[in-house]
């Protein structure tokens, strides 16, 4: 919240981008947007997905070029050809997914393919100059470690040394928070704060609000390959920043449960799991969700989140104890017999597991159907039905599409996510486990799955809501579990749930510490 | 982009897009453009080494389409080609790459002579048990690999491969060991094989070519309307989505590799029921490899494996022929290949479209402009390293 470090305004800005145009299949990525970024700023870019602020930025970093449009730094021309290009006149950009070589050390990755790496140098010189880039500036990584045995924050300070090492002045930051923790993410902003203090320019590409109002002095607001607002982040609140994003007011506000919820739909009784290692996942866990009730699971990424959704949703094997769905057994139930008996499944990776991105629509719709008339006659799938019911599904879940042949690939994330959380939804009418269901979403796809989750609870299923966001969490459930290496740790009431005993909840703290329950900070 | 942005207005520039969407003829005609143009760039060589093109292309084409033998000679070449075409495209559907078709045919060949050699009968029965022997050994060929890919994720490429050398030399011992015809005369082969597919009247043409058109038909339908050919369409583009939807991904790779084989070993009895009769270690001209071309560029439509294979059939006899009339091997293989690169860059270009771009005019001024002029200076274009 550093709120008196505004820039003075200088009159003429550092970058100046200007009328840039850039054309893809069937879309405008960018439509005569103009940007301007300060010398030590830190620049938010904020927009849904596909609202084309990746797309600006990639023209910035050399790695598309626009069919239009002109970009100075520093007064001057530029029209990069390439990334290096880029680089050498100071523009450098971390990816979202790191660009680094696993089994090499952190040491050699910041000095991979760069030109002012020694042709020849002694393992222990590259370390002292690795540790010399590091003091210089003031972010630490241990140089010899190798990058996999690194976490997602460490990774990712690797990778931005890598690009100031080659003499960014711009640093762009491709949904930088979108991999790590909150923890991480708040150091992260410490050091971009660090880095306009020091005359350098940040640029965030984000759609988290929050993240706008807690990092950035200015925000640039994308929508539909156009810029529709810049304001000062100290003039901006988050329901003018969404408002902004999405053109309409938000709905997620008022979503509390009506009535009280029925009986118990999910019988979780002291269950054992092991993960791909084979090491205990899941240790001797227990507890219920009754019908029109929504569980959430709060927890680290890693302690035994993604087991529990494979263990209900028959894809992992219980090594003991029992799960029990509306009073039916599933303990040794494989995903048929899960999807039969009405249990519905978000993954946490859409094209990774949900649905298959080279397949139609119409193919992806009757996943979970074709095993069952209509859809299915004898050994045939019957094409006529399977149509109808894509159609149908799209209809109901909102999917954009020209029609329902195309490859899913081709649909924005929020469409591939509304066609999947649609399909998974019809499936259950016992219980709705949802993994990460709006991850990386923009916040119009956001709220239609939310609204979805909703629905699902109100129809009287049980939802269990596995997210690394605790907001979330916060708003959607009834009530909330804390997952910490495959234990339970504490398990809330909504009404009687504090952020910041979850919080420390998460990070493995004790409850006792936190009981008292004085909230820092109201939510929304 | 290049040089000038003061007369944006009306400046063009070309640029290709993906295709949200291909329609299937519009895909055919891709193909048929893009062969078309490659005959073009084969005269053009052709002129250059001093020959008339058109000339040679009527030798092509008469020796080939233009006469009843070429005609003949060519679905003869086609039978195995499409067939072992089939057996890798079969594989293709679920991303497994089976380079051992060769092997398979040389394994289908020899058990059909054993059953066509040792087992007494009526031909009306021999042959049909000869087609389960074929089939049967094709498969059992690929057993190996098909577990060790299905369970311990051994990949297939290298052990189907290998497994070809191995076929090829079993072969060979019979055929030169103790199933040698001692008669006079014979290079190196069995004795004839007396059970033999029925040809079309007077023709070479035998009924091969019929069970290759059969089981193209059975499988294009089996892949596009059955349950069976909806997992495997599933697990082939997304082995995690079939895990996820319960689906019996191991099963139907070992299937799928086992279906492959079987087709690879019809071709082998194919050809030795309906052509050569003896078995040899000549039997098969490298059509396992072939297969994989004819697969590759049908992208794994089975419907498309029979055009295709009667085209290269096509090409490959044409060959033959122009050598004969001076052009040198391997000015004839150079030609061969630019004719597939041209079909297979076809496929590719259908995916896209060319579309006209012009720079927008007059939108230099947006909201947030403030008038800042957009050329003062920079026009020489050197503003960077």
């Known amino acids: 919240m550093s709120i008196d470090l505004l820039p003075k305004q200088t009159p003429s800005p550092l970058v100046e981008m200007r009328n840039i145009w850039k054309r893809f299949p069937g879309v405008i990525a960018n439509q005569a947007v103009d940007l301007d970024l300060l010398e030590g700023e830190v620049h938010a870019l904020l927009g849904e997905n596909g609202a084309g602020k990746s797309t600006l930025m990639y023209v910035l970093a050399g790695m598309y070029r626009p069919e239009a449009g002109t970009i100075r730094i520093a007064g001057e021309e530029m029209r990069f050809k390439s990334p290096s290009q880029a680089i050498g006149a100071g523009v450098g950009m971390v990816h979202q997914h790191f660009r680094l070589v696993e089994k090499m050390t952190a040491a050699e990755n910041i000095h991979l393919g760069w030109g002012e790496t020694p042709k020849i140098i002694s393992a222990r010189d590259l370390v002292e100059r690795t540790e010399r880039i590091c003091r210089q500036f003031g972010l630490s990584v241990d140089p010899?470690?190798?990058?996999?045995?690194?976490?997602?924050?460490?990774?990712?300070?690797?990778?931005?040394?890598?690009?100031?090492?080659?003499?960014?002045?711009?640093?762009?930051?491709?949904?930088?928070?979108?991999?790590?923790?909150?923890?991480?993410?708040?150091?992260?902003?410490?050091?971009?704060?660090?880095?306009?203090?020091?005359?350098?320019?940040?640029?965030?590409?984000?759609?988290?609000?929050?993240?706008?109002?807690?990092?950035?002095?200015?925000?640039?607001?994308?929508?539909?390959?156009?810029?529709?607002?810049?304001?000062?982040?100290?003039?901006?609140?988050?329901?003018?920043?969404?408002?902004?994003?999405?053109?309409?007011?938000?709905?997620?506000?008022?979503?509390?449960?009506?009535?009280?919820?029925?009986?118990?739909?999910?019988?979780?009784?002291?269950?054992?799991?092991?993960?791909?290692?084979?090491?205990?996942?899941?240790?001797?866990?227990?507890?219920?969700?009754?019908?029109?009730?929504?569980?959430?699971?709060?927890?680290?990424?890693?302690?035994?989140?993604?087991?529990?959704?494979?263990?209900?949703?028959?894809?992992?094997?219980?090594?003991?104890?029992?799960?029990?769905?509306?009073?039916?057994?599933?303990?040794?139930?494989?995903?048929?017999?899960?999807?039969?008996?009405?249990?519905?499944?978000?993954?946490?990776?859409?094209?990774?597991?949900?649905?298959?991105?080279?397949?139609?629509?119409?193919?992806?719709?009757?996943?979970?159907?074709?095993?069952?008339?209509?859809?299915?006659?004898?050994?045939?799938?019957?094409?006529?039905?399977?149509?109808?019911?894509?159609?149908?599904?799209?209809?109901?879940?909102?999917?954009?599409?020209?029609?329902?042949?195309?490859?899913?690939?081709?649909?924005?994330?929020?469409?591939?996510?509304?066609?999947?959380?649609?399909?998974?939804?019809?499936?259950?009418?016992?219980?709705?486990?949802?993994?990460?269901?709006?991850?990386?979403?923009?916040?119009?796809?956001?709220?239609?799955?939310?609204?979805?989750?909703?629905?699902?609870?109100?129809?009287?299923?049980?939802?269990?809501?596995?997210?690394?966001?605790?907001?979330?969490?916060?708003?959607?459930?009834?009530?909330?579990?804390?997952?910490?290496?495959?234990?339970?740790?504490?398990?809330?009431?909504?009404?009687?749930?504090?952020?910041?005993?979850?919080?420390?909840?998460?990070?493995?703290?004790?409850?006792?510490?936190?009981?008292?329950?004085?909230?820092?900070?109201?939510?929304? | 982009?290049?040089?000038?942005?003061?007369?944006?207005?009306?400046?063009?520039?070309?640029?290709?897009?993906?295709?949200?969407?291909?329609?299937?003829?519009?895909?055919?005609?891709?193909?048929?453009?893009?062969?078309?143009?490659?005959?073009?760039?084969?005269?053009?060589?052709?002129?250059?080494?001093?020959?008339?093109?058109?000339?040679?292309?009527?030798?092509?084409?008469?020796?080939?389409?233009?006469?009843?033998?070429?005609?003949?000679?060519?679905?003869?070449?086609?039978?195995?080609?499409?067939?072992?075409?089939?057996?890798?495209?079969?594989?293709?559907?679920?991303?497994?790459?089976?380079?051992?078709?060769?092997?398979?045919?040389?394994?289908?060949?020899?058990?059909?002579?054993?059953?066509?050699?040792?087992?007494?009968?009526?031909?009306?029965?021999?042959?049909?048990?000869?087609?389960?022997?074929?089939?049967?050994?094709?498969?059992?060929?690929?057993?190996?690999?098909?577990?060790?890919?299905?369970?311990?994720?051994v990949n297939e490429i290298i052990t189907t491969l290998l497994l070809n050398f191995v076929a090829i030399l079993f072969v060979n011992y019979f055929a030169i060991g103790p199933w040698r015809d001692s008669g006079v005369g014979i290079l190196l082969a069995t004795k004839r094989v007396p059970a033999e597919l029925p040809t079309f009247g007077n023709s070479y043409v035998h009924y091969g070519i019929l069970i290759a058109a059969a089981i193209a038909l059975v499988l294009a339908f089996a892949i596009q309307r059955t349950k069976w050919g909806y997992e495997i369409r599933i697990i082939g583009r997304n082995r995690r989505a079939g895990r996820f939807a319960g689906m019996p991904v191991n099963r139907n790779i070992l299937l799928v590799m086992l279906i492959s084989g079987a087709i690879a070993g019809v071709a082998g009895m194919s050809e030795l029921a309906g052509n050569v009769h003896r078995l040899s270690g000549t039997i098969s001209n490298q059509y396992g490899y072939q297969g994989i071309i004819v697969a590759a560029l049908s992208s794994g439509s089975p419907l498309v494996v029979l055009p295709v294979g009667f085209l290269l059939a096509i090409l490959l006899n044409a060959g033959i022929v122009l050598q004969a009339q001076g052009i040198s091997v391997n000015t004839m293989l150079a030609i061969n290949g630019v004719i597939l690169l041209f079909a297979a860059v076809g496929w590719v270009a259908s995916q896209y479209r060319l579309v006209v771009t012009r720079d927008q005019p007059g939108d230099e001024m947006e909201e947030g402009g403030e008038g800042i002029s957009m050329d003062e200076e920079g026009e020489g274009g050197s503003g960077r390293e």
């Open chain 1, 144 to 524: 010899d470690a190798r990058i996999w045995q690194l976490s997602t924050g460490e990774q990712q300070r690797v990778e931005i040394l890598r690009v100031l090492a080659r003499g960014a002045r711009i640093l762009i930051l491709d949904e930088p928070t979108s991999v790590l923790t909150p923890n991480e993410a708040v150091e992260l902003f410490k050091v971009t704060r660090k880095l306009a203090e020091a005359g350098r320019t940040v640029v965030l590409i984000t759609h988290k609000l929050d993240e706008v109002i807690a990092a950035s002095d200015r925000v640039t607001v994308m929508r539909r390959g156009k810029v529709v607002a810049r304001r000062k982040t100290v003039s901006c609140d988050q329901a003018t920043l969404a408002r902004l994003c999405i053109g309409e007011e938000l709905v997620s506000e008022a979503v509390g449960s009506k009535g009280s919820p029925g009986k118990a739909l999910l019988e979780v009784n002291r269950i054992t799991v092991r993960d791909n290692r084979n090491l205990p996942a899941l240790r001797e866990i227990s507890f219920t969700i009754r019908a029109g009730e929504i569980l959430g699971v709060a927890g680290v990424a890693g302690n035994g989140q993604s087991e529990l959704a494979e263990v209900l949703t028959g894809l992992r094997r219980l090594e003991s104890g029992s799960v029990a769905v509306d009073g039916q057994d599933l303990s040794d139930a494989d995903p048929i017999k899960c999807t039969s008996s009405g249990v519905g499944h978000i993954p946490e990776d859409r094209l990774g597991m949900g649905l298959v991105g080279g397949a139609s629509l119409i193919d992806n719709s009757i996943l979970r159907e074709y095993r069952s008339p209509p859809i299915s006659r004898g050994i045939f799938v019957e094409r006529g039905a399977a149509v109808r019911f894509a159609r149908e599904l799209v209809k109901e879940a909102n999917v954009i599409t020209p029609n329902v042949r195309i490859p899913v690939r081709n649909l924005s994330g929020g469409n591939q996510q509304r066609l999947l959380v649609g399909r998974e939804s019809r499936v259950a009418s016992k219980l709705l486990v949802a993994m990460h269901p709006t991850q990386g979403l923009d916040v119009g796809a956001m709220e239609a799955v939310r609204r979805n989750l909703i629905k699902t609870r109100d129809a009287g299923s049980a939802v269990l809501l596995i997210s690394e966001d605790l907001d979330e969490v916060l708003l959607l459930s009834s009530r909330i579990i804390v997952l910490y290496e495959g234990r339970i740790a504490g398990e809330f009431d909504r009404s009687e749930a504090h952020r910041e005993t979850i919080g420390l909840l998460m990070g493995g703290g004790r409850e006792e510490e936190g009981g008292a329950g004085k909230s820092r900070e109201e939510e929304a």
């Open chain 2, 1 to 153: 982009m290049k040089r000038s942005d003061r007369t944006t207005a009306g400046k063009r520039s070309f640029r290709l897009m993906r295709r949200a969407e291909t329609k299937p003829l519009y895909e055919v005609i891709c193909r048929i453009v893009s062969v078309l143009l490659a005959l073009l760039v084969a005269g053009v060589v052709i002129k250059l080494i001093g020959m008339s093109p058109i000339l040679m292309l009527q030798k092509a084409l008469k020796s080939t389409l233009g006469s009843s033998y070429g005609f003949e000679q060519a679905l003869v070449l086609a039978t195995p080609l499409i067939l072992c075409g089939l057996s890798v495209a079969v594989g293709l559907r679920m991303n497994i790459w089976n380079i051992g078709a060769e092997g398979q045919l040389f394994m289908g060949a020899w058990a059909a002579t054993w059953v066509g050699l040792f087992v007494p009968g009526p031909t009306a029965l021999i042959l049909p048990l000869m087609f389960i022997a074929g089939a049967l050994a094709g498969a059992l060929w690929i057993l190996i690999p098909a577990l060790a890919r299905a369970f311990l994720n």
